[in-house]
Nanobody, 112 residues
Framework: QVQLVESGGGLVQPGGSLRLSCTAS????????MGWYRQAPGNQRELVAS???????NYADSVAGRFTISRDNAASAVYLQMNILKPEDTAVYYC??????WGKGTLVTVSS
């Protein structure tokens, strides 16, 4: 059974940085596309960034140039480095493995 556990969320001031981590159990991590999604109150869940098993990355236009997704297959972990954070980045951030498995999310609040 696959489990995904996110960490690293919290309160940060505008312009600050946070690094989210997601660790996965199970044996299929290295073969899976991993993604970070977010959902703000009243909004639909949206893709923030993804990284394929081969390391190809994709970013939402709203975060390109500010966020960086990376993965460590040996640690079964995926990361999201978030820089120059804005209040509109406030949301619950979710980790996703493949097309099926989701973590429970970690809250990011950007506020002064």
């Amino acid at each position: 059974q696959v489990q995904l556990v996110e960490s690293g969320g919290g309160l940060v001031q505008p312009g600050g940085s946070l690094r989210l981590s997601c660790t996965a159990s199970g044996r299929i991590f290295s073969a899976s596309t991993m993604g970070w999604y977010r959902q703000a109150p009243g909004n639909q869940r949206e893709l923030v960034a993804s990284i394929s098993s081969g390391g190809r990355t994709n970013y939402a236009d709203s975060v390109a140039g500010r966020f960086t997704i990376s993965r460590d297959n040996a640690a079964s972990a995926v990361y999201l480095q978030m820089n120059i954070l804005k209040p509109e980045d406030t949301a619950v951030y979710y980790c996703k493995m493949g097309s099926v498995f989701w973590g429970k999310g970690t809250l990011v609040t950007v506020s002064s």
